[in-house]
Each structure stands twice: as C-alpha cells, then as structure tokens.
C-alpha cells in the first residue's frame, strides 16, 4: 500500500540515511581539523577497539612541543663605575642579574669585595674617544655618574664635555638608553660653582637630543651613604639620613626665594643606584628629567 506524506515530512528511512550521513561528515571534517593541529584527539565512536570491545590504550600521540628561544641578557656599562655612585650602580646592576662593565679612567678599583669579580672593568678617558669606543660592543644601556669639580674649565670638561662624548658615541654605536646622573639645581651655589652646572646642564642638552625617547635624567640633591675614601669610610648618612627624613616632607619650603634649594631633601645612594638601573633597563620607564621627589617616590616602588 502506497502512503503518502504530507509535504515536508520524510519517511521514516529517509530520516535515517540523512541521520547517517551527517554523523559520517561530522566525524570527516573533525578528523580533518584534528589532524591540521597536529593533535588526534578522539572521542566515542573514534577511539579503536579490541577484539573484546575495549579501548586500546597502547599508544598515546603528544602534541607538538614548540621551544622558545631564551632573550638574550642585557649588557649595563657604567661610566665611572669605581666611584661612590657607580659602584653602588654596580652592585645593584648585578642583584638584577645583568651584565656589568665599567669605564673609567684608573680601571678596576681597590674594592676587596666579591660582587667586584663578577664587574667587567675597563680603563679609558671619555675625553679621549679611541681608547675605549671598543668597550661599546654589545652594550645595550649606559648609566654614567662620571662628574668631578676643579677649576671652571676643569668642571666642565669632566661634567659637561666628558659625557657629551658618551652620549654622542652610544648614539653612534646604536645603544637603546642612556641614564645621566646630573645634579638638582641649589641656586646661589649654581654660581658659585658655573663650571660645574654648566657642564652638567650641556650634557643634559645632548642627551635629550640624541635620546629624546630613551634617555632619562637624575637630578639627585646631596647623596649619602657610606663613602669610601681611600683606606677610609665616611658615614655620610649618619648626617643625610635625618635630613632626609625631615625634608622630604617639606617640599613647599624648596619654592622659598633665594634659600628654598636649600631644602631639598638629601637621596640615599641605594635609591639613586635603584632608580637609574631601573631607568636604564625597563623600556616603560619614561624619558626626561627626574627631580629629587621623583627619585624618591620612584625608589620606593617595587
């Protein structure tokens, strides 16, 4: 007997092959996708069977293992490195697992201590730009805390020519960032000492010049800690720290005519060190000039 369906209803065995063969497409075009991932992950119907119906689990398929390529380790040169800065530079270079060379004129220092031994130390005068160009290789940021005073000319020439040549000849070599560490403006003491901010000024200049997005500037005030003088150490914090202490919660005094600079509150060594090897290795660290409130609230960031 002929049946009839009403229109858009199927028979029961129609039904059944369109069931059948969307599970088979189903089942292609996973095994497709599975197999352009390089992984064969199998559900129900998929997996093998043995002669007793179960699953084989003899063998397992690992996915592909992709291997990274570690980042190549960042090269630190600090200009005047066996100085009361640098060293600290140095030290705190070093406890961020950084490679760290030095640069000055009388090479390595007398510093019996072991984080020395694990410093690259070079000897060269940035006046002279030959005898340490080569010390640039690999280099892939420079802190200088080179500064001095004499004569005026004798000051600018440390403070201001001196690191004008660094900046000009990393600029040169192609390395990414260059940290200066300069000085905070004190008022009447600038003219009593115009050679020695003049030439500190100059280097600022060039140095936002060369490296408008990847040079950064400290302007520290008096900086303590414990300074060695040849056999030597001056606790310098025993006067330091209560200044700074005080001071630092007295910026509004700074604004005072003619004597305001002369609160500007004294910087630890380890913050200054802290500071510039942060600047001079984390890109999101921004370009310009940091005063001595900026240094202290960027030493106390974790």
């Not at 992984?39 to 996915?63: H, Q, Y």
């Not at 100059?202 to 490296?211: K, N, V």
């Amino acid at each position: 007997m002929l049946q009839v369906y009403p229109q858009g209803k199927c028979s029961r065995g129609e039904i059944h092959d369109k069931l059948v063969f969307r599970l088979d497409f189903r089942r292609k075009t996973s095994s497709i996708a599975t197999s352009r991932n390089r992984r064969f992950l199998s559900t129900g119907s998929d997996i093998p069977t043995g002669p007793n119906g179960s699953a084989k689990t003899d063998k397992v398929e690992e996915a592909e293992t992709v291997h990274v390529s570690p980042q190549p380790t960042e090269k630190l040169l600090v200009l005047g490195g066996n100085g009361f800065v640098g060293s600290h530079v140095c030290k705190e270079a070093l406890n961020r697992g950084l490679t760290v060379a030095s640069l000055s004129r009388s090479g390595r220092p007398s510093i019996q201590e072991s984080w020395a031994n694990s410093v690259m130390w070079h000897q060269g005068n940035l006046l002279s730009t030959d005898s340490w160009k080569d010390v640039l290789k690999g280099v892939t940021s420079i802190i200088s805390c080179v500064g001095g005073f004499g004569s005026n000319s004798e000051m600018y020439k440390i403070n201001g020519t001196a690191n004008i040549n660094a900046v000009r000849a990393a600029s040169e070599e192609g390395v990414k960032r260059f940290v200066y560490i300069s000085a905070a403006d004190f008022g009447v003491v600038n003219y009593l000492l115009q050679g020695y901010y003049e030439g500190k000024r100059a280097a600022e200049t060039e140095l936002l010049t060369r490296y408008p997005y990847g040079g950064v500037i400290l302007r520290p005030g008096f900086i303590h800690g414990t300074r060695r003088v040849g056999s030597m150490k001056l606790p310098l914090s025993v006067i330091g720290s209560p200044l700074e202490a005080v001071l630092q919660h007295a910026k509004s005094l700074t604004q005072v005519p003619l004597v305001g600079p002369l609160f500007i509150p004294p910087v630890n060594v380890n913050a200054v060190a802290k500071v510039a090897v942060r600047a001079a290795t984390e890109p999101v660290f921004p370009p310009g000039i940091v005063e001595v409130y900026g240094i202290l609230r960027y030493s106390q960031q974790r």
